[in-house]
């Protein structure tokens, strides 16, 4: 099977989804802002991972997009809010003006919350058409990961560690919950749409800490390795900010080793599933390999 | 039946379960930052809404306690933004210091998408637990009336509007929909869980309209008629910042015969579910017999 070429596939479903959910209409500016945002372009990796481990434990991916597609509104919204001068002040993003460098920043806040709570919008609507009650599991697992035991929680321990020298434990904490909570959310969740058992749904868990984990421990290396043409970003930022990182508390080997070991567990655990999780282990290969 | 006496203790039962839920942990900081400012006072319009819709169709309120709570860290989240310097630039609500001058920036952005997050962790945690389809489209009510049928799509045209002259359907909108949203969902919410038929949703959804003019009817004429001391806030605010309200566009007399109109009607409405609304409606003309 070419798997690039469903790779892209899944891509312009999810895009198209995202764009008819987010149609311009009245009051525009809102959602213009949230368009623009969302619409920025993006890897779409957690609605990719969403998708794909529906499809891995044989479950259909049209009963995952409006799943998929919050994922991604979650994931906007937090870069949106991440970008505020009250949080990193960021004027760019993949090249482009952030949010409240283009509308304001009281528009980007409202961006930002209207996209959180757009997802959940969208999540509720599925829930309510099919009135499948796993659905709300999924649901629960989304809103749990994005908030109070994940994303949420990372990111404030994540602002509260700048410029401190922090331990071990946080810095993974900040790493398994700020990168990886949306990741294992998205696997649990389209496991679960798709049919998974419980026991499958905590084996997607284990799967997603381990991608989010070499996800994130990938990105201390490159802004090490990597030059600012390859990147499409600055490198060497931790360095410069000070920031504490996988690579300055352990060291460029042990985070290479790290990186391996965590990465090719992951591939195997997905093997588990079978040849239904061929893309899904594809994937995940292509989300290691990548050099930016 | 004392009136008085059961509003209080419905108030102390949905500010114990509030406390319960947000209990303190880690990270302490956005723990304490969202407790700090759900935790300082207000009237918990909403939830006690919530809790006498469903008491007024005959359902059990230990149902509704977190869709209860839930509205109420929904409605704290707005005010917490809408006080950012980005927005209104408040220092001081219910003479208490706003989040983000106790705090920070950062962490105001934070609480306020913790609140709102949080509450559909406890909505989704509800619904699981009980096993409700009918619990999840009391959900989506929350969802789409906070957002982009209610509360948000209100509050953008309110902030656009600002030193603007808007048209009487531009007022009307963002009363009812920045006031209203969660006024409507929660007697909604608060009706489907209880058992209404959807012909009965409707009705609180007419009436949830009503009760919403009319506070805001209330406020704008109360910022015209009141004093600093009675009102715990500045008066003659709105005139101060060219802001058009109720009665700016429709001249006091209108106003108040409007306000005494929608009031009457949404009493009577509330009447048509007899004894056990009779809670419901008293609580409704307290609302409609405030002076602050």
């Given amino acids: 099977m070419n798997f690039e070429k469903k790779l892209n596939e ?44 529906c499809e891995a434990v044989g479950g259909n991916i049209e009963d995952c997009m409006p799943f998929a597609c919050a994922m991604e509104m979650i994931h906007t919204y937090s870069l949106i809010h991440d970008d505020l001068p009250a949080m990193d002040n960021d004027d760019f993003r993949r090249g482009k003006p952030t949010c409240h460098k283009v509308y304001d920043e009281g528009i980007a806040i409202l961006a930002g919350d209207g996209l959180l709570n757009y997802a959940f919008e969208v999540i509720f609507d599925a829930i309510c058409k099919k009135g499948d009650i796993n659905l709300a599991k999924a649901g629960k697992i989304i809103a749990d990961y994005s908030g109070s035991k994940g994303m949420l929680v990372g990111q404030v321990v994540d602002i509260e560690s700048e410029g401190k020298e922090i331990d071990k434990d946080t810095l993974l904490y900040i790493h398994d919950n700020k990168t990886g909570g949306l990741i294992k959310a998205s696997l649990m969740a389209g496991a679960l749409i798709g049919g998974a058992s419980e026991k499958e749904v905590e084996k997607f868990k284990e799967i997603g800490y381990k991608i989010g984990m070499a996800f994130q421990i990938k990105d201390d290396i490159l802004d090490v390795t990597s030059t600012t043409e390859v990147l499409g970003k600055p490198v060497l930022s931790d360095v410069k900010n000070n920031k504490i990182t996988y690579v300055s508390l352990f060291g460029m080997e042990k985070a290479k080793e790290d990186f391996e070991k965590l990465s090719e567990e992951a591939v195997k655990l997905i093997g588990e599933f079978g040849e239904k999780a061929e893309f899904l282990q594809w994937y995940a290969k292509s989300l290691i390999n990548r050099n930016k």
Avoid: C, T, W
């Fill in 10 to 53: 899944y891509i312009e479903k999810v895009n198209f989804n995202i764009d008819s959910y987010l149609e311009l209409r009245y009051p525009e500016r809102i959602f213009e802002a949230m368009r623009y945002s969302i619409l920025a372009g993006g890897k779409r990796l957690r609605p990719l991972l969403l998708l794909s481990a």
